[in-house]
C-alpha cells in the first residue's frame, strides 16, 4: 500500500529534550516536506527537500532540523524544544509540489 | 510574504445546494494551484489541481482559476453532508518550490 508513515503519532515532552519526528514514504517520490498546523494559521511548511542530501527552509524553520540521507526517508529534529512548538505536525511527500501525500499526523506537546 | 487566503467560515449550505469556497494569492508568479480536503482530525487529502485560467471539473467538484484576478475557486455541486470538512487552497510558491497553503475554509453540509 503506498502510504506516508510517521512515528511517533502522539508526543508529550518537556522543554530542551532533543526528539525525533520520523517520516517514511514507499512511493519513490523526490519531493518530501514538513509542516505544522496550528488554529488559525493553517498549514505551514517547515523545511522541504527536492532530493537526497537537498533541504530547503520553508516558512517557519527556526528550531527545527532535517535532514535527507535516504530518498524514502525525512526525519524532522527538534534539537532544543520550547512549548511554542506544541502542534500537529505533518509530512507529505510527491513527485514535486504537484499532489502532496500527507502522513497521518504527529501531535506534539512540550510542557 | 507570499500569502494564501481563504474565508474560515464556516460555511453552512443544505444539503443539495451549490457550495462555493473561494481563494487569494498574493504571487503572480505562481503556476499550480490545489485544493485539498481535510476532514476533523485527519489529514489533508488533493481533490482538484489547476494549471490554467478556466474552468476543471471532476465529479461534483469544479475548480476556477483567474490569474489576473489571483483567484481560486472550488464548487461542490449537490453538496452532500459527507462533504462537510475544512478545505486547504494551496499555492505553489512560484520561483520557489514551496507550497503555500491558506488557513482553510470550514464548510458544513446540513441534512
Known amino acids: 500500500e503506498a502510504q506516508v508513515t510517521q512515528n511517533p503519532r502522539y508526543l508529550i515532552t518537556v522543554t530542551g529534550k532533543k526528539l525525533t519526528v520520523t517520516c517514511s514514504q514507499n512511493?519513490?517520490?523526490?519531493?518530501m516536506s514538513w509542516y505544522r498546523q496550528d488554529p488559525g494559521l493553517g498549514l505551514r511548511q517547515i523545511y522541504y527537500?527536492?532530493?537526497?542530501?537537498?533541504?530547503d527552509k520553508g516558512d517557519v524553520p527556526e528550531g527545527y532540523k532535517v535532514s535527507r540521507k535516504e530518498k524514502r526517508n525525512f526525519p524532522l529534529i527538534l534539537e532544543s524544544p520550547s512549548p511554542n512548538q506544541t502542534s500537529l505536525y505533518f509530512c507529505?511527500?510527491?513527485?514535486?509540489?504537484?499532489?502532496?501525500?500527507f502522513g497521518p499526523g504527529t501531535r506534539l506537546t512540550v510542557l | 510574504q507570499k500569502e494564501v487566503e481563504q474565508n474560515s467560515g464556516p460555511l453552512s449550505v443544505p444539503e443539495g445546494a451549490i457550495a462555493s469556497l473561494n481563494c487569494t494569492y498574493s504571487?503572480?508568479?505562481?503556476?499550480?494551484f490545489f485544493w485539498y480536503r481535510q476532514y476533523s482530525g485527519k489529514s489533508p487529502e488533493l481533490i482538484m489541481s489547476i494549471y490554467s485560467n478556466g474552468d476543471k471539473e471532476d465529479g461534483r467538484f469544479t475548480a476556477q482559476l483567474n490569474k489576473a484576478s489571483q483567484y481560486v475557486s472550488l464548487l461542490i455541486r449537490d453538496s452532500q453532508p459527507s462533504d462537510s470538512a475544512t478545505y486547504l487552497c494551496?499555492?505553489?510558491?512560484?520561483?520557489?518550490?514551496?507550497?503555500?497553503f491558506g488557513t482553510g475554509t470550514l464548510l458544513a453540509v446540513q441534512p
Open positions: 504571487d503572480r508568479v505562481s503556476q499550480s
Open positions: 494551496a499555492v505553489d510558491g512560484g520561483a520557489t518550490n514551496k507550497l503555500i
Open positions: 512511493m519513490n517520490h523526490e519531493y
Open positions: 527537500s527536492m532530493n537526497v542530501e537537498v533541504t
Open positions: 507529505a511527500s510527491g513527485s514535486g509540489t504537484d499532489t502532496q501525500y
